[in-house]
């Protein structure tokens, strides 16, 4: 029977899942990608057929590149109704956890025009189908073509064909696009909500404000949300077009078992006015980068209980190049007094470079010191240059500093990084909170400010504005005079 395999599996008066029924066939059939965050993140791309939806688990995001192959494991018939459903499926039942719809829309049975048509049933017994998708994110052709050879007949690829809607490139396809528009205008939520809309809303709705977020000083979420909204005109500056890595601690520094991650891609059911850009990573994997171009993007992602904020070096404009280059001083084992000398060497250095340079406390144990990169030249040519200025530092202080990449050659010295300075990483801007019990944030400084006495713990969440309220100029213009 029809959706046998589908009701056997959930037990519908615990699971918000459709119950499983057939449904009556839409003039245009339907197509769904449910994002499912189940134990496994995975795509679920359903095409309507015979009243229910044919189903198959993509475990990569579906790609508009047609050099990219993704594995498609056929699973049970859902029932029609599925294509609507988003939500979260409890704990302990099958595939629980959340989903969202990723892409939906129409889609035609190329095959059913050919001169022995053939029904979307007899292509799956035939182990190929193709179709022609109407969505927001995948649409034109693409080919479902079964793996012969395997044990398994489940197994699946999902190919885009090549046509106008074929991404080959999708970095130019896309960066272009987003970099001249400030606010995202071709992609919608999946998931329509009251505020969804080409600008930010007026009001925000925060949630759990008085969560303890840094259990060692007391400061709740609220305390963390007022930080932001305050010191936004300062850190928006240092964000802005950059895509960026959230690293969000869901339940606090609630000790060393609380939940922390690092998000680079953007979910589907982030609001439409946040601005993104979607571009390939190293694995050709697309990902969906939030940009933090407004206060209600910083808020909103802050309200998702983001503590950090990881920009790239580079922005949209010239995502291979960067704008500036970051020396990490890192003191590992190293006194911090020490960390203080290698500082005041690379000034010195920089200087006799003539090259204006930044210093802000790393907001952990080091210090970082920042170049304007004003050259044509893209990463790999400000990394070298990187590298060279910091092995004559090396040179200069043979006993303090090093640029040993392993922890257990550095024998107690200052590790000076410019490993970071490379397409895809990214660097802490200042004016973020640190995820240290004390809560700490990176501080820009003078250089007069580095000193022996410097204790970088001293510039937290409680005392950040104290200070910025004597400042008449951010120490870190010279990084944003373009
Ligand atoms: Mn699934």
Redesign the pocket.
């Known amino acids: 029977m029809a959706l046998e395999g589908y009701k056997q599996k959930r037990h519908f008066d615990t699971t918000p899942e459709p119950r499983p029924r057939l449904g009556k066939a839409h003039r245009r059939p339907l197509f769904v990608v ?1 994002e ?1 965050h ?1 134990s496994r993140l ?1 795509y ?1 791309l359903r095409l309507e057929a015979d009243g229910v939806l044919k189903s198959w ?1 993509v475990p990569k995001q579906p790609s508009l590149n047609p050099a990219v192959k993704r594995l498609a494991v056929q699973v049970e018939d859902h029932p029609l109704e599925y294509a609507n459903f988003s939500g979260e499926i409890p704990a302990g039942q099958y ?1 629980a956890g959340l989903v969202h719809i990723w892409d939906k829309g129409t889609y035609e049975n190329l095959l059913a025009r050919q001169p022995q048509p053939q029904s979307i049933a007899e292509g799956i017994n035939a182990g190929h189908l193709e179709v022609h998708l109407h969505g927001r994110k995948l649409k034109g052709n693409f080919a479902l073509i079964r793996m012969t050879g395997r044990a398994q007949k489940a197994s699946w690829l999902l190919i885009k064909m090549q046509d106008a809607e074929a991404r080959p490139d999708p970095v130019a396809a896309e960066s272009t696009t987003t970099a001249s528009m400030p606010q995202p205008v071709r992609t919608r939520p999946a998931v329509p909500r009251a505020h969804a809309s080409s600008q930010p809303p007026a009001t925000l709705t925060f949630t759990h404000q008085d969560k303890v977020m840094f259990p060692e000083v007391g400061i709740t979420k609220g305390d963390v949300l007022r930080l932001y909204e305050r010191i936004a005109p300062r850190l928006l500056p240092h964000l802005r077009d950059r895509p960026i890595t959230v690293e969000r601690f869901p339940e606090g520094l609630t000790g060393t078992e609380a939940p922390h991650f690092w998000q680079k891609n953007m979910p589907a059911y982030y609001p439409a006015w946040i601005p993104r850009a979607t571009l390939p990573s190293e694995d050709g994997q697309l990902v969906t980068y939030a940009l933090v171009n407004n206060t209600a993007t910083l808020l909103y992602l802050v309200n998702q209980n983001a503590l950090t904020f990881h920009p790239w070096l580079s922005r949209l404009q010239h995502l291979n190049q960067p704008d500036f280059v970051i020396f990490d001083l890192d003191p590992g084992a190293a006194p911090f007094a020490d960390t203080v000398v290698v500082a005041k060497q690379l000034h010195t250095l920089l200087e006799d470079e003539k090259v204006a340079s930044c210093l802000k406390t790393s907001g952990k144990t080091g210090l970082h010191i920042m170049v304007p990169w004003r050259h044509a030249e893209g990463y790999d040519a400000a990394r070298d240059w990187a590298m060279g200025m910091a092995l004559r530092l090396v040179a200069a202080l043979p006993d303090v500093a090093t640029v040993e990449r392993h922890k257990t050659g550095r024998q107690q010295k200052v590790y000076v990084d410019v490993l970071q300075n490379a397409r895809g990483h990214h660097a802490v801007p200042p004016y973020v909170l640190r995820a240290v019990p004390q809560a700490t944030v990176s501080t820009p400084l003078v250089w007069a400010e580095l000193t022996s006495t410097l204790e970088p713990r001293r510039y937290t969440l409680k005392t950040i504005f104290r200070r910025l309220a004597r400042q008449k100029t951010d120490p870190m213009a010279p990084l944003l005079a373009c």
């Open positions: 449910q499912h189940a995975h679920d688990a595939g």
